[in-house]
């Protein structure tokens, strides 16, 4: 039972809150530009299901907090239902002075709006997030420097050598060796460009990470990238990097870019393995023999 509420402390109560964070911060999108644009809101909630606990604003929105923190809507007055779908009947339903305010009543441009500002709060959100981290506690460092490279690996037979300093891999820069290891392992059996100083000289080379299995403290499986190069780090090795505001702004928009970047690779490689993409590629073939045999 113990280990049961700890473990609900532990993983579950984060998580709901990080989740709550981000919901708020998404449906606040969508609020704050329908507010903007004259477009009435019936219901601001976080989460599905019965109302815990809410109030009614001055401007009739109601402001709830629902039962299954999973989530979270803004409903427009004159939606059916929570998920915004449009009800026919709405202009007979409401008066004259109230039907400009609807959604379904706005131009196409401003619906955009509305519906873009709710990803966008979240980029927003994310990068204040990523830069406030950056310029209040800075970013432990390890020089990215390789110190030993595995015989018969792929940095071996790439030329990958020890004292070699990794600039850039992808043309993501290097600032740390766990950069290093955090951009290789996200890319197993994808080709990588690495950017390394020796000696004064750079050099461009092409690596595909080998793929590695490990398995996290749930038990889970995970590939990961490896290509067999290594350094070991005492203390003195690690220091505290603070970047001034304007590096601030390429850091932390560098990483946005490759969490973006390294999501849509990771769901492009799960649709590989579950066979879509391959079915779709399959499809595209056969499309293209029966077209050429037409021809």
């Known amino acids: 039972m113990f280990d ?6 532990s ?3 984060p998580f709901l809150l990080v989740l709550t964070i981000i919901v708020f911060v998404h449906e606040m999108g969508h609020y704050l530009v329908a507010r903007w644009n004259g477009i009435a809101i019936h219901t601001f909630s976080i989460g599905f299901g019965r109302e815990i606990v809410g109030f009614t604003d001055k ?5 709830r907090l629902s039962m299954i923190p999973l989530g979270g809507y803004v409903r427009f ?3 059916m239902n929570v998920a915004s779908l449009n009800d026919p009947n709405a202009l007979e339903n409401f008066d004259p002075q109230v039907r400009p305010h609807l959604f379904s009543q706005k131009s196409v441009w401003r619906r955009i709006a509305v519906v873009v500002a709710g990803p966008l709060a979240n980029i927003i959100f994310t990068f204040v997030v990523l830069y406030g981290l950056l310029l209040g506690y800075g970013q432990y460092v390890t020089e990215p420097v390789v110190q030993d490279v595995l015989p018969n690996s792929v940095a071996a037979e790439a030329g990958v050598q020890a004292g070699d300093r990794i600039l850039l891999v992808d043309g ?3 600032r740390s060796f766990s950069d290093f290891q955090r951009l290789v392992s996200t890319s197993p059996e994808r080709q990588v460009t690495i950017l390394l100083d020796r000696l004064d000289q750079e050099i461009e080379i092409l690596v595909v990470p080998e ?3 490990i398995t996290d403290r749930f038990g889970n499986e995970h590939r990961v990238g490896r290509i067999g190069v290594s350094r070991s780090v005492s203390a003195d090795d690690v220091v505290k990097f603070y970047p001034d505001p304007i590096e601030a702004i390429s850091m932390a928009t560098e990483e946005m870019v490759f969490l973006v970047d390294r999501t849509f690779a990771f769901l492009a490689d799960f649709l590989w393995d579950v066979g879509i993409l ?3 590629a399959d499809q595209l073939k056969l499309r293209k023999s029966l077209a ?3 021809l």
């Open 4 to 9: 049961f509420a700890w473990w609900l402390l």
């Open 172 to 174: 993501y820069s290097v």
């Open 211 to 213: 793929v590695a299995m």
């Open 278 to 280: 391959n079915s779709l």
């Open 292 to 294: 050429t045999l037409q």
């Open 77 to 79: 007055l004159g939606d």
């Open 59 to 63: 401007l009739g929105t109601r402001w």
């Open 11 to 13: 993983y579950i109560a």
